[in-house]
């Protein structure tokens, strides 16, 4: 029987309105707008396409979105000057640096810069030491992305065994920690990682996350698994593919996402929840540029 279809484009398209409810609730109640500040150095053309589609979804909800682009020779520390002056910003809830930077900018270095409560990417060493001590405050975008569509199957998790593939700071990692965190028996694999096929075959739960087109096929998918696709190639004439051959796969497993319209959509809408959490919190008096609780 074909799979049940993960609509991450329906499901963030819902949650979106939710969303934009809480905001004119805030209004009405005398506070002010979420604010999320987005950073973009260089020119990148899949970059300049996500913070657009940052900046339509924060329109599209109510928050105020200020999008700084940079030329690509910015100097590391006017960047991180210009975070410093927005983590005491009280107007500004989140603050998110598109990726990749340039070489010259160093990732780790400016996400530490970033204070805590407003790291809404969830990917400061604050937020990730405090998942992997099973205490979360802000979560990564994309496991908090895959977490919400894994729990639309509303399949009990809990005992599940999940297989991740990739082991990246942004995705794997912190994928494996909250499958952990809601009761799997997690396996990680990576590029070094042997017999890969034989992890995913005993997998009751599937995550792949590696940007190599086509990598899963429906021979190593468990029959009635659920398959969560996070990649994203581009290929030649331009069209999104991701790492699962959704075709074949879909005849397999009991749920599967689409790339693109399953994973992407939600993790623009984790973003939107992580800033809209920051702004709840800073409203209690636990922002600033202080610690996120
Ligand atoms: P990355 O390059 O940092 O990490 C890729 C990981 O895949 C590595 O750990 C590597 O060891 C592993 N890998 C590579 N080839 C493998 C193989 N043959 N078998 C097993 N493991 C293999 O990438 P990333 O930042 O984690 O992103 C991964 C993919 O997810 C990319 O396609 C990226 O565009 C996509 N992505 C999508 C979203 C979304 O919202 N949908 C968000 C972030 C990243």
């Not at 707008?33 to 996500?50: H, N």
């Not at 590391?76 to 927005?86: R, S």
């Not at 930077?101 to 990730?128: C, F, Q, S, W, Y």
């Not at 698994?225 to 069209?239: E, K, L, R, Y």
Request: hydrophobic share 45%; with cysteine; glycine share 10%.
């Amino acid at each position: 029987m074909p799979a049940k279809i993960l609509n991450g484009n329906a499901i963030a398209r819902a949650a979106r309105r939710d969303i934009a409810a809480k905001v004119r609730q805030r209004l009405e109640a005398g506070l002010r707008r979420p604010g999320l500040a987005v950073f973009l150095v260089g020119d990148d053309p899949g970059s300049t396409i996500y913070v657009r589609l940052k900046r339509k979804d924060c329109e599209e909800v109510g928050f105020n979105a200020a999008v700084r682009q940079l030329p690509v020779e910015t100097p590391e520390a006017e960047l991180i000057g210009m975070i410093e002056a927005l983590n005491e910003n009280p107007a500004c809830d989140g603050i998110l640096v598109q990726l990749p930077l340039p070489r010259h900018i160093d990732p780790l270095h400016i996400t530490e810069h970033i204070a805590p409560a407003k790291d809404v990417d969830g990917v400061h060493p604050h937020n990730m030491g405090r998942l992997v001590l099973r205490e979360p405050s802000i979560h990564a975008c994309t496991p908090k992305a895959v977490m919400t569509l894994l729990r639309h199957t509303g399949v009990l998790l809990r005992g599940m065994s999940a297989t991740v593939i990739g082991a990246s700071n942004h995705v794997g990692r912190p994928m494996g920690l909250e499958l952990l965190l809601v009761g799997c028996t997690v396996t990680t694999v990576h590029r070094f990682s042997r017999n890969v096929p034989s992890h995913i075959a005993q997998a009751d739960i599937v995550v792949s996350a590696t940007g190599k087109a086509g990598l899963i096929g429906a021979d190593c998918v468990k029959p009635g698994a659920i398959v969560v696709d996070v990649g994203i190639t581009q290929q030649a004439d331009g069209s999104l593919c991701g790492d699962v051959r959704f075709d074949e796969v879909a005849e397999k497993a009991a749920w599967i996402t689409p790339v693109p319209g399953g994973v992407g959509p939600m993790t623009r809408l984790a973003i939107l929840e992580n800033t809209l959490a920051a702004a709840t919190l800073a409203d209690a008096g636990g922002s600033g540029s202080g610690a996120a609780r």
